[in-house]
């Protein structure tokens, strides 16, 4: 299933894109669509049900904006430095083990809302990343099976990134990840079963146009069943909680002097095949 939240900021309801490409209301039957949804089987019975049926009520998506496809995410843990081509193009060493961040669920906006560049930035960078959701519990996983096994779903993000407070400012990489709209999400959460194989994946962006990514999830140097085993040995993941697993090549970081980082009025564009396509217009904080 497509699952998707859409209306005004604060104000989204739950909604799903059936297999026509029509947008269907879901509030008659959930809630929202959140970890508390995906972790209850008999409330995600109902929702296939009904988009079975195909009684839903149907939704004009004229002008309806779509919001992140999860409330009340809990925590957005990021794997750094995940994608054998984004390490050679950065000069960096594979890394032994995962690299791990976070973002604050608070920089999540919608996949189409604007971007905002922190004031004082010189180097913000675009990521496109494939985002995997948490549908039940996970801690101290033994095998990559089973941290498959714990995805509720999939999604497109983006890992925007200020490269000066990331790296030059001392510290940790928090100061650069977590600057407001640095994170959008979406426009579908796609449920697991219909993600056979999520190594299998193209991700691409353009800036103004331009590609500037072309890669794939096979390129991931710790594939996504790896990553939840992993991550749930250092915490406990909970439904609703998101990882952000990495980004390929194709970053301004990593292209020649002069740098294209973005400014105010380009346009970034994303999308990974199957999870549908972001589109956003920067503008100044």
Known sequence: MKLLRVGTVGAERPAL??????????????????GALLADDDAMGRVRAAAEAGDLPE?????????????????????????HDHA??????????????????????????????????????????????????????????????HVAGYAVAHDVSEREFQIERGGTWDKGKNCETFNPLGPWLVTADEVPDPQRLPLRLWVNGELKQDGTTAEQIFPVGEVVRYVSRFMTLHPGDVINTGTP?????????????????????????????????????
Not at 104 to 121: C, F, I, K, Y
Not at 268 to 279: A, D, K, N, S
């Open 17 to 34: 894109l059936d297999a026509g490409g029509t947008l269907r209301d879901l509030s008659g039957i959930v809630g929202d669509i959140d």
């Open 59 to 83: 939704l004009d998506a004229a002008g309806l904006r779509i919001g992140p496809p999860l409330g009340r995410i809990g925590k957005i843990v990021c794997i750094g430095l995940n994608y």
């Open 88 to 149: 050679r193009e950065t000069g960096a060493e594979p890394p032994a083990e995962p690299v791990i961040f976070f973002k604050a669920a608070d920089t999540v906006v919608g996949p189409n809302d604007p971007v905002l560049v922190p004031r004082g930035s010189t180097k913000t960078d675009w990521e496109v990343e494939l985002a995997v959701v948490i549908g039940r519990t996970a801690r101290y996983l033994e095998s990559a099976e089973e941290g498959l096994a």
């Open 249 to 285: 090549a194709g970053v301004a970081l990593g292209q020649p002097e002069p740098k294209p980082y973005l400014r105010a009025g380009d346009v970034v564009e994303l999308e990974i095949e199957g999870l549908g396509r972001q589109r956003q217009e920067l503008e100044d904080a």
